[in-house]
């Protein structure tokens, strides 16, 4: 099993990007973003389940980010737009076998067992 990201890149405030992850040897039943910024922990962005109907964000990315995944070609988006100087991170996909479930707070990195080798995003002011 493989998850490939791509898709990153620099671009100033206010652009968009949309990010990639191409997913080999198997369909996930949830799939989801995190982010690690330099310093910083891995943070959670967004997830899905399946179908790709049921989504969940972070508030940093609410009204800005959108998820999505294309089950006949096996990937993965992030659609981001209204991006920001603190969206800088390496973006990672990742995925799980377990079901979609909106959780309490969040996920983390713990919930998913694959994952891809990121992608960089950088965001000027």
């Known amino acids: 099993v493989q998850l490939q990201a791509s898709g990153g890149g620099s671009v100033q405030a206010g652009g968009s990007l949309r990010l990639s992850c191409g997913a080999s040897?198997?369909?996930?039943?949830?799939m989801g973003w995190f982010r690690q910024a330099p310093g910083k922990d891995r943070e959670f962005v967004a997830a899905l389940n399946r179908s790709g109907v049921r989504k969940f964000y972070a508030d940093s990315a609410k009204g800005r980010f959108t998820i999505s995944r294309d089950n006949v070609k096996n990937t993965l988006y992030l659609q981001m737009n209204s991006l920001r100087p603190d969206d800088t991170a390496v973006y990672f996909c990742a995925g799980r076998e377990r079901p979609f479930h909106y959780p309490t707070e969040t996920y983390y990195p713990s919930d998913f067992g694959y994952w891809g080798q990121g992608t960089l995003v950088t965001v000027s002011s």
């Open positions: 040897g198997r369909t996930f039943s949830t």
